[in-house]
């Protein structure tokens, strides 16, 4: 149980349009779900918290209106990134904390901007 | 920001070898988690310490909670092909989030 599913996998997209990636609980509601990105040889990096109903929380530093995200289900976040640019490539995971099983990452997406 | 030092930042060993490697912090933390991430892929929980001093294993994995509560241990028996990854220490700062550490890269050579 606890599964995060995350889609798409890969993605190749050119300089200046807008990308989705989508995160769903598949055996779980979750109220909360967490956006990280990771870079080549990196750590994984919290940008934001998703909140069912309510507007998402971002980390200091990242553009919220340039990496938009809608938590309108309890079972579906979504992050837009928005005018994408090459320095926008990177890992992108998902997450939720799920009672008695802590948190569950998503299998992530890998974003190349051309 | 906070920040969890792993060490070391890579290993390269040959299969059979035990592996050691430790995730300190400047702050204490009631919880330490262990992740390990195979290429091209999402964090996957090895294992959870609650209490300081604590040992838990999970197979041929054995993890400890520092009592100091600033730091923990992993180490892994018998190193096998599969156990090839990027290895991740995380704390939970009491509101959800979870912060990482900046990760052992395992490399097993033939």
């Known amino acids: 149980g606890a599964v995060v599913s995350q889609h798409p996998s890969r993605v190749i997209c050119k300089s200046g349009t807008s990308v989705k990636i989508e995160c769903r609980s598949l055996?779980?509601?979750?109220?909360?779900m967490f956006w990280y990105r990771q870079f080549p040889k990196q750590s994984l990096m919290l940008m934001a918290t998703s909140n069912e109903g309510s507007k998402a929380t971002y980390e200091q530093g990242v553009e919220k209106d340039k990496f938009l995200i809608n938590h309108a289900s309890l079972t579906l976040s979504t992050l837009t990134v928005t005018s994408a640019h090459p320095e926008d490539s990177s890992f992108y995971i998902c997450?939720?904390?799920?009672?008695?099983?802590?948190?569950?990452f998503g299998s992530g997406t890998r974003l190349t901007v051309v | 920001g906070q920040q969890l030092n792993q060490s070391p930042q890579s290993m390269f060993i040959q299969e059979g070898e035990d592996v050691s490697m430790n995730c300190t912090s400047s702050?204490?933390?009631?919880?330490w988690l262990w992740y390990k991430q195979d290429p091209g892929e999402g964090p996957v929980l090895l294992i959870a310490?609650?209490?300081?001093?604590e040992l838990t294993s999970n197979g041929r994995l054995t993890a400890q909670f520092g009592t100091t509560r600033k730091d923990s241990f992993l180490n892994i028996s018998a190193s096998i092909p599969s156990d090839v990854g990027i290895y991740f220490c995380a704390v939970n700062f009491g509101n959800e989030k979870l912060t990482f550490g900046t990760g052992t890269r395992l490399t097993i050579i033939p």
């Open positions: 702050s204490i933390f009631n919880t």
């Open positions: 997450s939720a904390s799920v009672s008695n099983y802590g948190y569950t």
């Open positions: 055996d779980f509601q979750a109220t909360t």
């Open positions: 310490l609650y209490k300081a001093g």
